[in-house]
């Protein structure tokens, strides 16, 4: 068992990988209900902490400033963003791609790679999934009609897909470029 959980294993890597994920999943799961308020609401956190509501006010005003610059005229308040003319998009929690972030964030920690070549990697990739994510809300602006695409499919389900597959394939070039290293350079 010793042997099966030594540094730089693939048992260990799954293992500390399923962890943190499960950890930064059901942390961000956690911390959403308690700023909602309701049964154990922390007002403290809410006005304070809440980089939930941080994150979703960024992406509303970003993809708002974006739209408006295409020459749409849109508006935002603290969930929503109404595009004159095409309708109103609501971002919900599940539209903030925690999950994924979660994902990520777990999967590059777990590997076993210094600490500099995790962070220039991490940083980046956790931005290009929100810039890619207010790309999303861009198009579903403009494009998306629930009544008629929404009977048909999900878009959550297709930004999920597709991002999950940009995520492994950069995540492949990145364990790739570390194997072209000699051995004693992927230690942490």
């Known amino acids: 068992m010793k042997k099966l959980l030594e540094k730089g294993s693939p048992a260990r890597f799954l293992l500390t990988f399923l962890s943190l994920f499960g950890l930064f999943y059901y942390f ?5 209900g308690l ?3 309701g049964r154990h609401y922390s007002a403290f956190l809410a006005n304070h902490l809440d980089y939930i509501r941080a994150l979703r006010h960024l992406l509303l005003r970003t993809t708002a400033k974006l739209l408006n610059w295409m020459g749409y005229t849109s508006i935002t308040d603290d969930t929503n ?3 004159a ?9 599940t539209c903030l791609g ?3 972030m979660s994902f990520f964030t777990a999967f590059v920690i777990a590997y076993p790679r210094k600490l500099k070549a995790k962070v220039l990697f991490l940083i980046p990739g ?3 999934i929100q810039v890619l994510n207010i790309a999303r809300f861009i198009v579903l602006a403009i494009w998306w009609d629930k009544k ?3 009977q048909i499919i999900d878009h959550h389900t297709v ?3 597709i991002i999950y597959v940009i995520i492994a394939i950069s995540l492949y070039f990145w364990v790739k470029h570390d194997d072209k290293k000699p051995s004693g350079d992927a230690k942490n």
Not at 28 to 32: A, E, I, L, T
Not at 85 to 93: A, C, D, E, S
């Open 28 to 32: 961000n799961v956690f911390f959403f």
């Open 35 to 37: 700023t909602l308020p």
């Open 81 to 83: 963003i109404l595009i």
């Open 85 to 93: 003319g095409h309708g109103r998009l609501t971002l919900v929690y």
């Open 98 to 100: 925690l999950g994924i």
């Open 126 to 128: 956790l931005v290009a």
């Open 148 to 150: 008629v695409n929404g």
């Open 159 to 161: 930004f999920n897909i």
